[in-house]
């Protein structure tokens, strides 16, 4: 029904149905909560293009505190490293899926030492990741952390 109305209304020509306007008293009911509804204090988030939006003179300078400090460019430099060595464990992590799948279709049953090639895989691309998403401060293989185990038991 809306469907001939919204027709004809966009033609110029007088419909007896209802607009899109009408629904105003739908509109009301919204301003009347959102009067009630109390308004987030100002103070909590000065405006960005104020000086106090800065984060400036009140707590130290915090952001050019980051961008001065050694240990936040460093870990740039390693998530740098750790993402070139993500991609080079990728390829050796599909190059083991591979060959695994070739000896499983050959022999019958998988090759244990691509097993456990592919385990200490994951779990070094595990260990990447966190490093990588800041949900870990330890750095993988080779800087702070050993090569991981291949051993399933080690979980």
Known sequence: MNEGTENESSRGEPGSGPTWEEPKPQAEPDTARSDREEPPPANDIPPADTPEGTQGASDGQPIVRNLKSKATWL????????????????????A???????????????????????????????????????????????????????RAEEA
């Open 75 to 94: 870990r740039l430099v390693f998530i740098v490293f750790f993402a070139i060595l993500y991609g080079i464990t990728e390829i050796v992590l599909t």
């Open 96 to 150: 083991t899926v591979v060959i695994q799948f070739l000896w499983t279709l050959l022999t019958g049953a998988p090759n244990e030492k691509l097993l456990r090639l592919g385990q200490s895989l994951a779990r070094y691309v595990y260990q990447i990741i966190r490093y990588l998403t800041y949900n870990s401060d330890e750095r993988p293989f080779p800087i702070d952390l050993d090569w991981p185990s291949g």
